[in-house]
């Protein structure tokens, strides 16, 4: 199973299912302080290419924050069907490259535009 889950696009948006919400329906006997230290709050990633590289199919994606910034290029490596000797160069607003062990939360609390974190990737280096 994907640490990753594929969001549909905007106009496609469903209710949002599963513990969160436990968050919002306290018909339980169990605390809602408990509840919600079950729950790990999930980040939206949009996936943009550079240059010539390819587009993935669904570009949107909802990641836990509590991940590194390495899950996503290791996911996108995948999903892009790149070979190990292949170089995928990563940046976020299409501005830097953070470091690799970087917590996705931290990023997305810094940089994220309108609750989504922009991604952008390409097979050669786009910057400095």
């Known amino acids: 199973m994907s640490n990753l889950d594929e969001t549909p696009k905007p106009e496609e948006e469903t209710a ?13 006997n169990e605390p809602a302080s408990q509840s919600a230290d079950l ?11 550079m240059g010539g590289t390819k587009r993935l199919q669904t570009t949107m994606f909802k990641v836990s924050s509590e991940h590194e910034f390495s899950t996503l ?9 790149f ?5 995928l160069f990563c940046y976020i ?10 917590r ?7 940089y994220a535009v309108e609750g989504v974190l ?5 097979a050669t280096v786009a910057f400095g």
Do not use: M, W
Not at 83 to 87: E, F, H, M
């Open 83 to 87: 070979a190990p000797q292949n170089s």
């Open 16 to 28: 949002v299912k599963g513990p969160v919400g436990a968050l919002t329906d306290n018909s339980s």
């Open 104 to 110: 996705l939360e931290d990023l997305s609390q810094a």
């Open 118 to 122: 922009n991604v952008y990737y390409c």
């Open 93 to 102: 607003n299409a501005s830097f490259s953070p470091a690799l062990d970087a």
């Open 73 to 81: 290029v290791t996911f996108l490596r995948r999903k892009l069907n």
């Open 39 to 49: 729950t790990i709050p999930k980040i939206t990633v949009r996936f943009r290419p």
